[in-house]
């Protein structure tokens, strides 16, 4: 069973956002750390990941998220995410994602609230 | 892969290798939505399989290499029994920090969250474990 996944980046003069379609796994998470660390790199330190192409999660692919969190923590820099479905936010703020990150409803939103 | 063993119970075997937990999933998903439980609730049916699945993949270290998921069907609710034959464990030991880095916010653990997700997103969750296996048993009811 192939797990289709893909990743858009857009950066844009202050922020970046990275979408991301498909199964949030190990393998998406990790592929998805690596284009969020060569954002941080360049000096994004706004970063808004949109799941809501995103279906399905599971633990290690959240996991990868909280190392997100951190390089952003590093340096002063804030991850939002939007596109949540009810579960998966009931999932993020258990795992006290949403004391270090923003969750919000749309993009939009997401971007507004840097 | 999948065999329905009598009118309200359907068995699926899956090899521990990638992305197999989803085949687990999607099962669980068309069975739910025939017995009508809401998109939300069939989302958590769906990640509490994931997590399950998961957490045999990794930790049961099975020498069949396999995990059998019993999909019971009742009027109100349905029961998944996920069985591995590995070596067990205690369950009073999981979802305590088994991570060996440092985490950066101690509220805010990258792993270990298997079973507390399954505690959150399903009705009840029981474990049986021991040197033979472990059997995982989730119970959602549409009621809830």
Redesign the interface.
């Known amino acids: 069973m192939a797990n289709k996944f893909d990743i858009q980046v857009r950066a844009e003069h202050e922020y970046a956002v990275l979408e991301t379609a498909g199964y949030l796994n190990d393998a998406l998470g990790e592929d998805l750390s690596k284009k969020a660390q060569e954002l941080i790199e360049k000096g994004y330190t706004q970063l808004v990941i949109n799941l809501d192409k995103t279906a399905l999660i599971n633990s290690i692919g959240i996991s990868i998220l909280i190392e997100i969190i951190e390089a952003l923590d590093e340096r002063d820099g804030t991850l939002n995410f939007c596109g949540l479905s009810a579960t998966q936010e009931r999932t993020f703020r258990m795992m006290a994602i949403a004391k270090y990150a923003g969750i919000f409803p749309d993009e939009k939103t997401a971007i507004a609230n840097f | 892969m999948a065999n329905t063993i009598s009118n309200d119970q359907v068995l699926l075997t899956i090899p521990m290798r990638?992305?197999?937990?989803?085949?687990a999933?999607k099962l669980a998903s068309v069975i739910a939505e025939s017995m009508s439980f809401n998109d939300?609730q069939i989302?958590?049916i769906?990640?509490a399989m994931?997590?399950s699945c998961?957490n045999a993949f990794e930790h049961s270290k099975s020498p069949d290499q396999s995990v059998v998921i019993h999909y019971i069907i009742r009027t109100n609710e349905l029961e998944l029994q996920i069985t591995d034959q590995g070596i067990g464990f205690n369950p009073g030991n999981r979802g305590k920090r088994g991570n060996s880095q440092p985490?950066?916010?101690s509220?805010?653990r990258?792993?270990g969250?298997?079973l507390?997700?399954m505690h959150?997103?399903m009705d009840s969750v029981d474990i049986m474990s021991g040197e033979n296996g472990t059997t995982i048993t989730m119970v959602k009811s549409k009621t809830a």
Do not use: P, S
């Open positions: 990638q992305d197999m937990e989803l085949a999933a939300d989302e958590e769906q990640l994931i997590e998961i985490d950066l916010h509220d805010m990258k792993r969250w298997g507390e997700i959150t997103l």
